[in-house]
């Protein structure tokens, strides 16, 4: 994997930070898109410390024409990315009935609009490659009805929907694209709402129910990550992945 790129979204903290070190790691340079100018310069500096280059784009993937940007500057770095992680997310806690209509736009345009924009964008220069890979960070609550996590879920059911297309749609160019389904893990979107107080029963119960008996760490979905755009899944394809220590299998 020396000498490819990777682009990854989200890297100014948390799972796409974790992401990007572990691509690091194994000699992939590296991009990052993300609003926070300070946290993607702290990821910058760790992915230096491998040795490998990393170039920052700044951008609010809430907005499309900011996603069109995004792409165009990334082309304009490299037009080698051989690997897209899809991994920037926002979450909101908020019952169906409470929700404004902007939460619920802003969660679909950050979790898939940009997702659907990124992709098709960035796709082309791997198919000019004849090869690629997208990684694209879901959630284990695309598949239940969590309350509070209505449009988020709603979003996350989307991007793996989203990510059989996309492997039916680019398979064909020797490009494969899968979703990582995670449990909990403690990053500032886990914290915002596993640790709030009122939220204390539900954690114990989603915990009670991990036979891991314990929630995710940033380093599991690096792992998979890893795996997903390496060499060695090249005949996996559309799939979305619960990782989540058992919890989706316990009855
Ligand atoms: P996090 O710590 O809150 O980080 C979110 C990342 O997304 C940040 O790098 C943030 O960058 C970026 N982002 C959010 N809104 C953005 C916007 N408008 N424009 C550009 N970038 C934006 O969350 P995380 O836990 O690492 O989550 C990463 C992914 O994993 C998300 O897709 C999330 O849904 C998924 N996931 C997380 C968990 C969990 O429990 N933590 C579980 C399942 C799935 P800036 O702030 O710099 O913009």
Sequence with gaps: MKNNHALITGGSRGLGRAIALKFASEGMDIGIIGRDRSGLEE?????????????????????????????????AISDTWSVLVNNAGVAKQQSLREMPLADWELIHNV????????????????????????VNISSLGAFFGTHGLGAYGASKAALNQLTRTMAVEWGPHNIQVNAICPTVVMTDMGKSIWEKPENDGMRKTFLDRIPAGKFGEPEDVAELAWFMASPASNYLNGVSIPLDGGKTVKP
């Design 43 to 75: 990821t910058k500096l760790l992915v230096e410390k491998h040795g490998q280059q990393c170039h920052i784009i700044q951008a609010d993937l809430s907005l499309m024409d900011e996603v069109q940007r995004a792409s165009e500057e990334a082309l």
């Design 111 to 134: 979790n898939i609009k940009a997702v659907f924009l990124l992709s098709r964008n960035i796709v082309e220069c791997m198919i000019a490659q004849k090869r690629g890979k997208v």
